[in-house]
Structure formats: C-alpha cells, structure tokens
C-alpha cells in the first residue's frame, strides 16, 4: 500500500488478452506492454508451508499453489507448463525411459533439497552399437527395465494419468484466460547422452570415438522427434520445450557444438516449425559463445530462454527482429534480493530488450524454491504497471 501522502500511481490500460501480448511477442509483433510468463515450479509450495518432498508427492497440491499465488500477485501472462507436471511424454516404454534420472527431495536427498540429474552410467559404451543397429525406441523396448523397474502396463497408465492431469490444469488455467504453452518437452540427442553416460564419460567420448556419437546422436534423434510431436499433439498446445544444457560454449568449444549439437537443434526447430509448433530452447548455463547460430534457425518459429548466464544483451543484439527472447531474472535476486531491487533490474531489462518487442520478461529458467513472495510480486507487478519513456 502507498505511504499517506504517497500519489497512487495509476495502471495503464492494457489493450490485448495475455494469450494476445505472449504470441504477438513470439511472432515479433507490437505489444502493449511486455509479457511476463515465469517459470513457476516449486516456489509457490514453499511459500503455502509444503516442503520439497510434499510438492513432488502431491503435484496436485503444488498446482493449487500455484493457482493461489497467480491470484494474490493478480495474475501473469502465461505458463510454460500447466502445472507441476512437467515431464511429457506419449504412452510408450521407450519414451518414458527417456526421461533423466533425478533425485528426489525426500527420497535420496533431504526434505527441502531441490531435484537433481543423477549423473550415474545407464547407457554403457557398448550399447552405442546397439542403439546404431537398433534406433531407440526397439533397444529401450527390450532394454527399459535398465532405466524403468515397473511392469509396461504400469509404465504406460502412469503416461495416460500424466497427460489427463496436465490437460485438466490446462483447461483451468483457460478459464482464467491464460495460456499455456509447452505441449511436450524433449532433449537434444546430445543432452540425452549426456545425462545417460554421465557427462564425463560423454565428452570422453566424443574425443576418443567421435564417429560412433555421431551415428548415435543420428540414431536417437527421430525417435525423440516424433515424440515430442505425439506428446504436443494430444496437448494441443503451441509450443515444444527443447531442454539444451550441455551442448553450448559453457563446455565445448564451437568445433564440439558444430558437429554434435547444433546440426540436431536446427532438424528438430525446423521439423517442429514445419509441424506448426515453436520451439522453447530453454538454454541452460552460458551460450554467448553460440547465440549467432540461433540466427540459422526459422525466424519467429522459437522462443530463446536463457537464465542469468548467457549474456542476454548480446542476445538481444544478435536475434533483434529474428527470435523473441525469454528471461532472464536470477535466481539470486529472486532469493536474495529486495523488491526494489527487482523491480530497478527488471525496469532495465524492459527497457533494452523489451525495445522492439519479441520479449518476454522471465525468471531464469526456474524460479527457486525460496523465492521471497514480495520480490516476486515486484517483477509481476513491474512488467505490468511500468512502460518505457518514450
């Protein structure tokens, strides 16, 4: 509440619906203001007294936080996934065991830790023969209880439960009038090696037997395309989040990216476009070195997500007029930070990549557990009440 004496600063009349502001910014378009759509997760659990561990056991209790949280900031533009459950798959063994190994608050790791990779071995050097012969979907079928130690007809109902509960919090989140965009989420065939050998073991193969990871990295990749296709189709929704960690300039240098991950991204975000759906490339850690690349792909066919790494002025400069871009709030600032001081970082970040349109304001990537629920409703509050100086 304003001070007494304090003027109330009026609220400048919108004049597009959020499902309007957030495809008008994909498609480079005038706005009339800039999106802001975060990548809300386990934050509003916390906030409401659950722990971690409870969030993850009840994903239906973590959605109706988030569903209370959206109505005491007044609302935001968009979610990137209906709800807690983000994983979707369609209803195949193969596709399940696609799916990274995580620890679990609760269950491996303490009750408030947040989910990790569990980066162990599940695919062994020798089974890159096998792949190559064989293509994903036939060796996970013979293979799957290596990665999934269930009966297939559990494996399967447990897909069918996933996708019933993601469209019925999508609807939910229509009759507020927001959208939600990722109807499937996927890895680059590099990524999912890299998280089933380790990443270690990984990038020792590259080095030593690069010709076999490429002839994997080029057995994997229509299975993990017609996927995410199957998965976004039974959505419905616009886009596909593509999960890119480990393929960027953070860890290899341009020689590794051009040969093992770039080729892979542009196949999928051009089958995708081609599909009629736009890709998130939900870029994890630092991709400076890389974002000229981006300039190869489909103009206004992705979204650019970055987290507080990669260098989202140079972003800006490199993709103007060809990629929105989405982020980039810190996690740090989220915990850490005051409300004043989000909102004098998010009043920058409106004012220089927000010019022009093509952006929407984020956090970068998810926002923590201990988020500060004030400095939250700042950057809601920012992105919807300030507007540039002319």
């Known amino acids: ?58 994903p239906d209790s973590a959605t109706r936080a988030i569903m209370e949280v959206f109505d005491e900031v007044g609302g935001w533009d968009g979610m990137v996934f209906s ?54 979907s036939r060796f996970a ?74 002839a994997a990295l080029d057995a994997v990749i229509g299975d993990l395309i017609d996927d995410a296709l199957y998965a976004a189709r039974l959505t419905g929704l616009p886009c596909i989040l593509l999960a890119l960690e480990r393929g960027g300039g953070f860890y290899y240098p341009l020689k590794i990216f051009e040969r093992f991950e770039f080729p892979y991204i542009k196949k999928m975000v051009e089958t995708f476009a081609s599909e009629g759906f736009v890709t998130i490339l939900h870029f994890d850690n630092d991709w400076t070195l890389n974002l000229p690349y981006l300039k190869e792909l489909p103009r206004a066919k992705c979204i650019c997500e970055l987290d507080s790494t990669t260098d989202i002025l140079k972003a800006k400069d490199t993709l103007r007029g060809h990629m929105c871009i989405m982020g980039d709030v810190p996690a740090s600032l989220s915990a850490l930070g005051t409300p004043e001081e989000m909102e004098a970082y998010c009043k920058k970040r409106i004012d220089v990549i927000g010019k022009g349109s093509g952006y929407i304001l984020s956090s970068g990537c998810e926002l923590p557990p201990d988020t500060k629920f004030q400095n939250f409703k700042a950057m809601i509050d920012t992105a919807k009440k300030y507007r540039p100086p002319a």
């Open 83 to 136: 709800g807690y459950r983000a994983f979707l798959v369609p209803p195949k063994v193969s596709a399940v065991a696609m799916v990274p190994q995580i620890l679990q608050p609760g269950r491996e790791l303490p009750e408030n830790a947040a989910p990790q990779f569990d980066e162990r071995e599940a695919i062994a050097f020798e089974d890159y023969d096998l792949i190559i012969k064989m293509g994903w």
């Open 141 to 214: 079928e013979k293979h799957y209880q290596r990665f999934l130690p269930f009966p297939e007809d559990k494996i399967i109902a447990w897909t069918e439960r996933q996708f019933h509960y993601y469209i019925r919090d999508m609807k939910a989140w229509e009759q507020k009038g927001v959208p939600c965009l990722a109807g499937a989420m996927t890895l680059s065939p590099l990524m999912f090696f890299s998280l089933k050998r380790t990443l270690v073991n990984f990038t020792l193969d590259l080095h030593r037997h690069p010709d076999k990871v490429a």
């Open 1 to 58: 509440m304003p001070k007494v004496g304090e003027a109330v600063q009026a609220v400048p009349e919108e004049t597009m619906t959020p499902k309007e502001r957030v495809l008008a910014a994909i498609n480079l378009q005038p706005v009339d203001r800039v999106p802001v759509l975060p990548l809300v997760t386990l934050f509003p659990a916390r906030y409401k007294g659950m722990t971690n561990a409870e969030a993850i056991r009840n």
